[in-house]
């Protein structure tokens, strides 16, 4: 069976798969992540002074200077934070237990980044339309003074994701229903509707909404085959280090980029190029991870 090894993450969450634990779970992690994200940016506006804060509240609000998409990143943590509390006291299960056994889900994660990496190399040696031609951003030695921090809060950020989506949402459906179509396709609608964002994307939400739908639909399906956090990890650093850190969109979250296009999430004439371009990456990505992670 393809999905044979998903047990690994299934198993864990069988003495507590009842529907009702996992509603009281997903509505405690809200809670706790909206009141410990109060004292987080609450302690942030203590740092600055008073007539400062308002615009750092506006940079990490539009992800527009480092130290706003620095404070943004650090921000996921606390889904992290309140994963572990909800397991701990809702499920008795330990927070490794939402990656998976820990030496295969790092051979998976090193496999799926090297072979990411290696299709990355290709893409950039390809052509690129004049519309996907990046503009700079940050100065090349300041964008290098600033990875030790970008790059850990980056990875802080996809791994709550992951966790809360591919290793809660999905290991605890799947403990109680057997039907694959229920506990892979749920959590990435969800991870889809929670990307759709139309004040930033105007009428490109709901194509964004899609986007990360499919993208959850291909983390969902490597952490199936693998029966661990591992390779759905790889993707999702493998889509938003490009996307945050190397070009990113103008006008949302570039703070830590490199460089920028030459047009906003909101842009509809640039969608034709930006869309089949991504989804085509997308589709080579996971095949990749795919093929990375056979054993």
Do not use: K
């Not at 069988?14 to 410990?36: E, N, T, Y």
């Not at 302690?43 to 404070?71: C, F, H, K, N, Y």
């Not at 591919?166 to 990307?195: D, E, K, M, N, T």
């Amino acid at each position: 069976m393809r999905y044979a090894a998903h047990h690994l993450l299934s198993d864990p969450a069988r003495p507590s798969a009842q529907l009702w634990r996992l509603a009281l779970g997903v509505a405690i992690v809200v809670a706790c992540f909206f009141a410990m994200g109060f004292a987080y940016f609450n302690l942030l506006a203590e740092l600055v002074t008073q007539d400062e804060w308002p615009t750092l509240a506006a940079e990490i609000d539009e992800g527009s200077t480092p130290r706003g998409m620095l404070a943004l990143l650090g921000s996921f943590g606390l889904i992290s934070l309140s994963l572990a509390l909800v397991l701990r006291s809702l499920h008795r299960r330990r927070f490794v237990t939402l990656v998976g056994p820990l030496p295969r889900a790092a051979a998976d994660f090193f496999r799926v980044a090297i072979a990411l990496t290696a299709l990355a190399v290709l893409l950039w040696l390809l052509p690129e339309p004049d519309l996907m031609v990046p503009q700079p951003n940050l100065p090349l030695l300041r964008w290098l003074a600033l990875l030790p921090l970008s790059l850990p809060l980056l990875f802080v950020q996809i791994s709550a994701e992951e966790f809360a989506f591919r290793g809660y949402l999905q290991s605890q459906l799947a403990a109680r229903f057997s039907q694959p179509v229920i506990w892979i396709l749920g959590p990435s609608l969800l991870f889809g509707l929670l990307h759709y964002d139309p004040a930033t994307q105007g009428a490109n939400a709901a194509i964004f909404a899609v986007a990360a739908c499919l993208f959850g639909l291909a983390a969902a399906d490597l952490t199936a085959r693998s029966g661990n956090l591992g390779a759905a990890l790889a993707l999702h650093l493998s889509v938003n280090i490009p996307a945050l850190l190397v070009t990113a969109p103008a006008g949302h979250m570039y703070g830590l980029a490199l460089g920028t296009y030459p047009f906003t999430l909101d842009d509809t004439a640039a969608r034709a190029v930006w869309l089949p371009y991504d989804t085509l990456v997308l589709l080579c990505s996971w095949l990749a991870a795919r093929l990375a992670i056979t054993r």
